[in-house]
């Protein structure tokens, strides 16, 4: 019931009681035209109003033969009669003005609770989705909340959040900066995995393909609730705090609680790099997955060179040059398919 505005009552009573302009009777059409349920809602209503006001006609009793009685007994005047005639007309309709208020009162909290009942039902949802090598570094969400989306990722949310809980479901990767409601808690599902948050920051990554759910908490403390029931799962359940990570990994069913170490978790989003002492084939997976570029190593022993450096906003051919000066190593390719490799000895001459 209380889904509805007030303006919608209002509406519907009015034209109910036949007392809307042209105006409302084209904001009422409108919102017959939202859906099927609004329209049905409406309908019912109408047949009600008339199966009681029909209710009330026959309970109503007859006026002329009361009239004629009357007359019989006290042979009036012409005037009095006329003044009789006026009276009853009058207590008639004044009846019927008053069965009116309250079979309209009683008639829209049943059509408040109706159309409530549906619209929770069939709540309108909306999409992001970012394309491959695409990132939506920002959408602010019905309630203020702000989400940015990783390549190949779809979040689904509805149009107005209701009832007691901010319910959305994530596909992909994606960093959540959550307002706090501690009446409305924010609820994500993600895969086999559901993470339950007042107000904070973390990044929550659930690609299909994958077989893992990881939330990486950077403020506040999330909840991260397994989804399967199976009586096999050591955990259903862990809280994260800042710098805390939880892994659901769905083949067996284990849910588990560590310390992030991975300082480049959001480089996606925020292209700020640190390396410290890391491989070298690490450093070229995360630089893959921050600019959605290919990079080959040529030989597999350069993999394990050991890495120091960062980087802040540059991009990523200025990030593999120093890579390729550091090591002194040939550096080819522009623009999403780069090569390092050992340089190459040069033959001298006789």
Known sequence: MENIENSKWELVAKSLAGETNDLENSDLKVWLAESDENQKAFEESKNTLNKTDAYYRSKQFSTNKAWEKVHAQTAPSQDKIVQFKKKRKEAISQFY???????????????????????????????????EKQVVQEYVLPDGSVVALNSNSKLTFPKKFRGDVREVSIEG?????????????????????????????FSVSAYPENETVEVIVKTGKVQVVSKITNEKANNR????????KGTLFTANQILEKSVNTDPNFLSWKTHD????????????????????????????ELSDLLYDGHFDQKPAAFVLDVIRLTFDLDLTGDNEHFVLASRKKQTVKQ
């Open 97 to 131: 003005k008053y069965a009116a208020i309250i079979v309209l009162a009683i008639l829209l909290g049943s059509v408040g609770y109706y159309i409530g009942f549906i619209n929770r039902g069939t709540a309108i949802y909306s999409e992001i989705i970012s394309a």
């Open 173 to 201: 990767e994606a960093f959540f900066d959550v307002v706090p409601n501690a009446e409305k808690p924010f609820v994500i599902n993600a895969g086999d995995a559901q993470v339950k948050v007042l107000g904070t920051s």
């Open 237 to 244: 359940e862990v809280f994260l705090t800042p710098g805390e």
């Open 273 to 300: 790099l640190v390396f410290d002492k890391v491989p070298l084939g690490d450093v070229v997976r995360c630089l893959e997955k921050t600019y959605h570029i290919e990079i080959q190593l040529s030989e597999p």
